[in-house]
């Protein structure tokens, strides 16, 4: 029962245990929306995952997820459930805007890709470097 006396029996949920990496990216895949209940997440890989397979994605409206994720997902209060109802009510009954919303996530996910990664790392440390070399 939630906090509001709501009450779901989740009769199309399939709890799935532990699955291997490929696996994870062939349910991606094949979801039609991604929600992230987190109240803190110093990243999300989760999230990252879901966004790199173009599945929309809905996000607790927290500061990590506002920081990466603007403008690629659809956000909701943590402390309201109404509201991530209307997010995932939006997604299931628009195909179109679900298809730009994955799209737009796909699009961000290439950002967060090891090479380029690496290559943020990599100017940070010359950055560093030169900036030692010229004191």
């Known amino acids: 029962e ?3 006396g709501q009450r779901t029996s989740f009769s199309n949920v399939a709890p799935l245990g532990s699955v291997c990496h490929d696996e994870v990216r062939r349910l991606m895949a094949q979801a039609g929306i991604f929600v992230s209940p987190s109240v803190y997440e110093p990243f999300g890989l ?3 995952e879901a966004a790199t397979s173009a599945t929309p994605l809905v996000l607790a409206d927290i ?3 506002r920081e990466l994720w603007n403008g690629a997902a659809m956000f909701y209060d943590v402390h309201d459930p109404r509201d991530l109802a209307r997010c995932v009510d939006r997604l299931s009954d628009d195909a179109r805007y679900r298809r730009r919303l994955g799209e737009a996530a796909a ?3 290439r950002k967060f890709s090891p090479a380029r ?4 790392m990599h100017e940070i440390y010359d950055r560093a470097a030169l ?3 010229e004191r």
Request: charged share 15%; no cysteine.
């Open 107 to 109: 699009r961000r996910a």
């Open 131 to 133: 900036a030692v070399a």
């Open 2 to 4: 939630g906090a509001d």
């Open 46 to 48: 989760a999230v990252l």
């Open 117 to 120: 990664q690496a290559a943020a």
């Open 63 to 65: 500061p990590t997820y």
